[in-house]
């Protein structure tokens, strides 16, 4: 299981933390994903990390700005948002991918960022 949590409302220009704590399978094992979606979008791909290695990909739309990191101790994995546009305004999802397919999905938390 995934829960994310951390999403609320910020002015343009602030920071959020979104975490996502996991359970029910070996953290070690799996990279965990960020996703976004934007009402009337797709669903974006925001960053990605390796649990096991530490590797991260980060989306363009958001180099420079967002940070993903692990707790390997808890299991969890966070995802720093400083420099927040309102472009950012979406449900985040969090999700653990095992090899190419991600086979388990969090609830999604709302980030609204106000101009």
């Known amino acids: 299981q995934l829960q994310a949590s951390g999403g609320g409302l910020v002015q343009a220009g602030g920071s959020l933390r979104l975490s996502c704590a996991t359970s029910?399978?070996?953290?070690?094992?799996?990279?965990i994903g960020w996703f976004r979606q934007a009402p009337g979008k797709a669903r974006e791909g925001v960053s990605c990390?390796?649990?096991?290695?530490?590797?991260?990909y980060y989306a363009d739309s958001v180099k420079g700005r967002f940070t993903i990191s692990s707790d390997n101790a808890k299991n969890t994995v966070y995802l720093q948002m400083n420099s927040l546009k309102p472009e950012d305004t979406a449900i985040y999802y969090c999700?653990?991918?095992?090899?190419?397919?991600?086979?388990?999905w969090g609830q999604g938390t709302q980030v609204t960022v106000s101009s």
């Open positions: 999700a653990a991918r095992l090899g190419t397919r991600y086979n388990y």
């Open positions: 029910g399978f070996t953290f070690d094992d799996y990279a």
């Open positions: 990390i390796s649990a096991s290695n530490g590797r991260t």
